[in-house]
């Protein structure tokens, strides 16, 4: 069994790779239980797969949260991969989603990353669509080669561009700061869908007199409700970055919907 999060499409994509290359099923973390034991019945040798975005240098909370909660009887024979998706560096990813399943028992086995488009638009410019289908092309061939490695079962750590241990507390409360929902805003061009509540991972957004309001101090910071809105209607922080810098999903996620 393969679990992501995906709130733009990339690690879904990934996921979903690696399921073809290995004969297995991709599932979205958020329809996993969402308090308790996160218990799930694979087969002996059967493998386990995480796929996740990087956010800050870190794993979201929602991911960290079910791999917190994981409950798997014990398998000599199963093997157990992690693959980060990110834009400029995976940061601690492998590390922290490594201790957090160690905890539970379950040792990972290989870890991975791919480099996809950067969807922290508040930084990242997304507007140009040559260059981010240049940049797809490239995520592609790097999920093929992590297929295979996968598929072959290959044991120990392919991630690039690590960084220090030391870093991750500055990174962490910049982390926590971002995730506040007062950063975001609305725009007059919403025209009240929903599509932003029904989406939302955190459960962090309501539709009040035909306008999203956060219910929540604060979210994933996945953005969807930002890159999925139809009207372009949501914008973070105070500037015009979000704005200028264009939304973004990736094509198979534009497909699906």
């Known amino acids: 069994m393969i679990l992501y999060f995906s709130a733009e499409g990339n ?3 990934v996921a979903q790779r690696i399921a073809e290359a290995t004969g297995d099923a991709a599932r979205s973390i958020e329809e996993l239980a ?65 201790g957090l399943l160690k905890r539970r028992g379950i040792r990972l086995d290989a870890r991975f990353a791919v480099r996809m488009p950067d969807t922290w638009t508040p930084i990242f410019d997304l507007s140009d669509p040559d260059r981010v ?9 790097q999920a093929s080669q992590v297929a295979e490695k996968i598929a072959a079962r290959e044991r120990g750590s392919f991630m690039p561009l690590r ?36 989406t939302c991972p955190a459960g962090a957004i309501r539709i009040e007199e035909g306008r999203p309001v956060w219910v929540k101090g604060s979210c994933e910071l996945c953005l969807g409700c930002l890159h999925r809105c139809p009207t372009f209607a949501i914008r973070y922080g105070s500037g015009s970055a979000t704005g200028e810098h264009g ?10 919907r």
């Open 11 to 13: 690690s879904r994509y």
């Open 163 to 198: 960084t220090p241990a030391i870093a991750r507390p500055v990174a962490h409360a910049a982390f926590l700061a971002a995730r506040r929902t007062s950063r975001f805003r609305v725009l007059d061009a919403c025209v009240g869908c929903g599509l932003c509540e029904r």
């Open 34 to 98: 969402p308090a308790g034991p996160l218990r799930l019945e694979l087969k002996s040798g059967e493998q386990l797969g995480i796929v996740s975005p990087t956010y800050f240098w870190e794993l979201p909370h929602i991911v960290a949260d079910a791999l917190g909660r994981l409950a798997l009887d014990p398998d000599p024979e199963r093997y157990a991969f992690f693959v980060a998706t990110y834009g400029t560096t995976p940061g601690r990813t492998g590390v922290i989603a490594k």
């Open 133 to 141: 289908t240049a940049q797809l092309a490239r995520a592609d061939r």
């Open 247 to 256: 939304q973004y999903l990736h094509p198979s996620f534009k497909k699906a």
